[in-house]
């Protein structure tokens, strides 16, 4: 199985901050990557797919980036909504598909 | 508006099967561009795939619940569904229903519409 390894697991940040959360891949996955945000009691949200590409309708403020190994996403200029937690998920292997852990987003 | 709606029973008992359905509303699941996937979040923990059908028939599945995983299709009610026999209490979790985009001649890539997710417990 390929490894996803979010850090950190909780972020502490205040509204108008720029964040960056960070996925490993325990091998090469090129840029078949994809994030995700989810609110308490939701389903699964997709914001990025293709390391980078924004998914319709997602606020520019969410960026996507990285290759190989190493990704990250990043919220620029934090709004009350984005609070939540955020999943990257590898579709490189489909044996199986995996996901992340998970980073917490939290209100400082 | 595409929607993906899960139903089941929320309790099952151990060593019994889970048996959920999807039904897929504004959309046909009669398309070459998507397979149709289970992912599954225990209370307070991540995500965790369990496996994607086709329209055809075609299915993935997840190597560490392939023994216990069937997923199969209906097309003509737009539904698909899981079953997960010999359930036991770390089978508890809310099981989301999504579709699976898939470029042509590739294995599925991400998920890009969910349903709202069901809870199901396993309990005596």
């Known amino acids: 199985d390929i490894q996803m390894t979010q850090s950190p697991s909780t972020l502490s940040a205040s509204v108008g901050d720029r964040v960056t959360i960070a996925c490993r891949a325990s091998?090469?996955?090129?840029?078949?990557m994809a994030w995700y945000q989810q609110k308490p009691g939701k389903a699964p949200k997709l914001l990025i797919y293709?390391?980078?590409s924004l998914e319709s309708g997602v606020p520019s403020r969410f960026s996507g980036s990285g290759s190989g190994t190493e990704f990250t996403l990043t919220i620029y200029s934090l709004q009350p909504d984005d609070f939540a937690t955020y999943y990257c998920?590898?579709?490189?292997?489909?044996?199986?598909?995996?996901f992340g852990q998970g980073t917490k987003l939290e209100i400082k | 508006q595409l929607q993906l709606q899960e139903l089941g029973p929320g309790l099952v008992k151990p060593s019994e099967t889970l048996s959920l359905t999807c039904t897929v509303s504004g959309g046909s699941i009669n398309s070459s561009s998507y397979y149709w996937g289970w992912i599954r979040q225990p209370p307070g923990k991540g995500l965790e795939w369990i496996g994607d059908?086709?329209?055809?028939?075609?299915?993935y599945y997840n190597p560490s619940l392939r023994s216990r995983v069937t997923i199969s299709v209906d097309t003509s009610k737009n539904q698909f569904s899981l079953k997960l026999s010999s359930v036991t209490a770390a089978d508890t979790a809310v099981y989301y229903c999504?579709?699976?985009?898939?470029?042509?001649?590739?294995?599925?890539?991400?998920?890009?519409?969910w349903g709202q997710g069901t809870l199901v417990t396993v309990s005596s």
């Open positions: 998920q590898q579709y490189y292997s489909y044996s199986p598909y995996t």
């Open positions: 293709k390391a980078s």
């Open positions: 059908i086709y329209y055809s028939g075609s299915t």
């Open positions: 091998q090469s996955i090129s840029s078949w």
């Open positions: 999504a579709r699976h985009f898939v470029a042509h001649g590739y294995t599925p890539y991400y998920f890009d519409y």
